[in-house]
C-alpha cells in the first residue's frame, strides 16, 4: 500500500465513523483515531510520509473557514469581552502553565519546545465542543461562547506555536523582536484578510452559478492563508478575517442554491479533514510508542500529568475570569453571552475538549532545526499532545452528557419560542407589505389577492403557530394536513417523473448532457 492508498483508506474511515459514532454514542474523532490505531499494526500499512511543513496549510485553512460559517462579526463584536478574558487570556496562561510543568517532567525538553508544547495543547475545539453540545439543548449563550472561544483560542494559540516553535529551530529568542513580529504579522494578517475578503466576494457576485461559487470559496481560505504566510503574516488570522468578511457580505438572501450548496459543501470538507486529522493521530501514535525505547509508560505518565495540568488550570481560570466578566457586565451589554451561573461555568469546563487544531500543530512540529539538528524531544511532544486530545476527548466528551443532565442546565426555551414569534410575526409583516407594493402596479383579482394574502399570513404563522389563536391554529393545522397529503403525491409525481428522465441516459441515442439538464431541472423544482 502506498501513501495515496492510505489517503484515500483515512477519506473513507472519516465518512464511516459518523453514522458508527451515533449508533455506539462515541464521538467520530475518536472511532477515527482508534481506526488510526489499527491500521497502524497492520504490516501492509506504511508509515505517514507527510512533510510537516505541508500539514499547516493544508489542515487549517478549510477547517478554520467551516467552523466562521457559524459564528458572525456581530457575535464577536459583543462577546469582545468575553472572548479576550474568557479565551484568549486562558490560552497564555494555559501555554504558561503547560510549559513550566513539561520542562520540569521530560529530561531534555527546552523550555522553548515545552511552550510550543504548551500552546498546541492549550485551544479547545470548537468543532468538537459544539458538536456535542448542540446535541443536548444547552443554552444558545452557552454554545455562541463555545464557538468564539475555540475561533479565536485557535488564533492566539497557533501565534504562540509559531513563536515558540521559531525559538527552538533558530536557537535565539528575544522579546522585543518577538513582539513587533507579532504586532507586523497581525496587520498584515489582517489587510491581507479584508483584501482577499473583498475580492472574493466581487468575484462571487459575477460568477453567478451556485457550483463556480462554491469551488471559489474552496480556493479563498488558502489563497488567503499563503499570501500572508508569503509577506510574513499571520496566515490563521488572515483566513479568520476573510471569512469574517465574507459571511457578513457575501449573503444574498435569494440564493436559494448558493447558499445550500456552499453550507453541504463545507459540512462535508469539514468532516473529511477532520476525519484524516485525527486518523494521522492513530498511526503516529503508534509510531511514536514504537520508539520510545522502553519509556513508553513514562511517556504515558507525562501526558497525564499535563492533562491534569489542562484540565485544572481552565478550571481554576474560569472561576475568577466568570465572576469578573459579570461584574463588568452590564444592563446596557445585552447582546454579550456570559455564563449565568456557577453550572454553566462547570459546563463550559468541561466542554474544553482538544482537537483537530492541536493535532495539526502536533503533526506539523519541524523535524530538524536550522543547524541540522533533530528537533529536541519531538517524539515526546507529539505523545504528550495525543495524550491530551484523546483524554479530552474521551473522558470528557463522553461524561458531558451527564453532567448537562445532573447540573440541570438547558435552553431557555420559552426565550427562543419568544425570538422565533418575532421572526415569525416580522417575516409575515415584509411578505405582506410586499404583497401591497405590487397591488399598487399590478392587476390582481380579489380571488387571487385573497389567496396571495393567507399565503403571506402563513409565511409567519408555519414558523411559529404560537403567534395564533386556537381556533385559527386548529385551521391551520387541518389545512396544513391537506396540504402535507398534496405535497405527498407531488412528491411521488416528481419521482415518477426523474425516474422516467434518469431511465433515458441508457437508451440509445439520448443525450447525456441533456439528460442531466433536465433532471436538474426537476430537482430545482423539487426542492421548491
Not at 483515512?10 to 465513523?17: N, S
Not at 479547545?124 to 448542540?134: H, I, K, N, Y
Not at 457578513?248 to 447558499?259: I, K, L, P, Q, Y
Request: hydrophobic share 55%.
Amino acid at each position: 500500500m502506498d501513501q495515496l492508498a492510505l489517503l484515500f483508506l483515512l477519506l473513507l474511515g472519516a465518512v464511516l465513523t459518523v453514522p458508527l459514532g451515533d449508533r455506539l454514542g462515541l464521538p467520530a474523532p475518536v472511532l477515527m483515531t482508534l481506526i488510526g490505531i489499527a491500521l497502524a499494526y497492520l504490516p501492509f500499512v506504511p508509515n505517514v510520509d507527510i512533510p510537516p511543513e505541508l500539514i499547516l496549510p493544508l489542515v487549517l485553512p478549510p477547517l478554520l473557514y467551516a467552523t466562521v460559517q457559524r459564528t458572525s462579526w456581530r457575535q464577536f463584536a459583543a462577546n469582545v469581552r468575553p472572548i479576550l478574558l474568557l479565551a484568549v487570556a486562558l490560552v497564555f496562561v494555559t501555554t504558561a502553565a503547560v510549559g513550566f510543568v513539561a520542562d520540569a517532567l521530560v529530561p531534555g525538553l527546552p523550555l522553548a519546545a515545552a511552550l510550543a508544547l504548551g500552546a498546541l495543547v492549550a485551544p479547545p475545539d470548537p468543532v468538537a465542543a459544539t458538536a456535542v453540545a448542540g446535541s443536548l439543548g444547552l443554552p444558545r449563550r452557552l454554545v455562541s461562547i463555545l464557538e468564539g472561544e475555540g475561533l479565536f483560542n485557535d488564533v492566539t494559540a497557533i501565534v504562540l506555536y509559531h513563536v515558540a516553535i521559531a525559538a527552538v529551530v533558530s536557537g535565539s529568542f528575544s522579546w522585543p523582536e518577538a513582539l513587533g513580529e507579532l504586532v507586523l504579522s497581525a496587520v498584515v494578517a489582517v489587510a491581507v484578510g479584508l483584501l482577499i475578503g473583498w475580492l472574493a466576494n466581487r468575484l462571487i457576485d459575477l460568477l453567478g452559478d451556485a457550483t463556480l461559487q462554491t469551488g471559489l470559496t474552496l480556493l479563498v481560505p488558502f489563497v488567503s492563508y499563503v499570501l500572508a504566510e508569503e509577506l510574513h503574516g499571520s496566515g490563521v488570522l488572515s483566513v479568520l478575517v476573510t471569512a469574517l468578511f465574507l459571511a457578513e457580505h457575501a449573503s444574498d438572501a435569494d440564493d436559494v442554491m448558493g447558499r445550500l450548496a456552499g453550507q453541504t459543501f463545507w459540512q462535508v470538507v469539514d468532516t473529511l479533514v477532520t476525519g484524516i486529522a485525527f486518523g494521522l493521530i492513530g498511526l503516529e501514535l503508534v509510531v511514536v510508542f514504537g520508539v520510545s525505547e522502553g519509556r513508553g509508560w513514562t511517556m504515558v505518565g507525562w501526558g497525564a500529568c499535563v492533562l491534569a495540568v489542562v484540565v485544572l488550570v481552565r478550571l481554576l481560570w474560569l472561576l475568577p475570569a466568570t465572576w469578573l466578566a459579570k461584574r463588568l457586565h452590564t444592563l446596557r451589554d445585552v447582546d454579550e453571552e456570559i455564563p449565568m451561573s456557577w453550572r454553566e461555568t462547570v459546563v463550559m469546563w468541561w466542554s474544553g475538549m482538544r482537537g483537530v487544531a492541536s493535532v495539526a500543530l502536533a503533526l506539523a512540529i519541524p523535524l530538524r532545526t536550522d543547524d541540522g539538528e533533530p528537533f529536541p524531544a519531538r517524539d515526546e511532544i507529539v505523545f504528550i499532545a495525543f495524550c491530551v486530545i484523546l483524554g479530552t476527548l474521551v473522558v470528557q466528551g463522553l461524561t458531558l452528557p451527564r453532567l448537562v443532565k445532573r447540573l440541570g442546565v438547558e435552553a431557555d426555551a420559552d426565550a427562543e419560542r419568544r425570538l422565533e414569534r418575532e421572526l415569525a410575526i416580522r417575516a409575515a409583516k415584509a411578505a405582506k407589505k410586499r404583497l401591497k407594493e405590487i397591488e399598487e402596479v399590478e392587476e390582481l383579482s380579489e380571488e387571487v389577492q385573497e389567496r396571495l394574502l393567507r399565503g403571506a399570513f402563513d409565511i409567519g404563522a408555519r414558523i411559529s403557530p404560537d403567534m395564533l389563536g386556537d381556533e385559527r391554529r386548529e385551521a391551520l393545522v387541518k389545512r396544513a394536513e391537506r396540504l402535507k397529503a398534496v405535497h405527498r403525491i407531488q412528491r411521488e409525481m416528481m419521482s415518477a417523473a426523474r425516474h422516467a428522465v434518469l431511465a433515458a441516459r441508457s437508451e440509445p441515442g439520448a443525450d447525456p448532457e441533456v439528460v442531466d439538464r433536465v433532471l436538474r431541472q426537476l430537482d430545482v423544482r423539487s426542492m421548491r
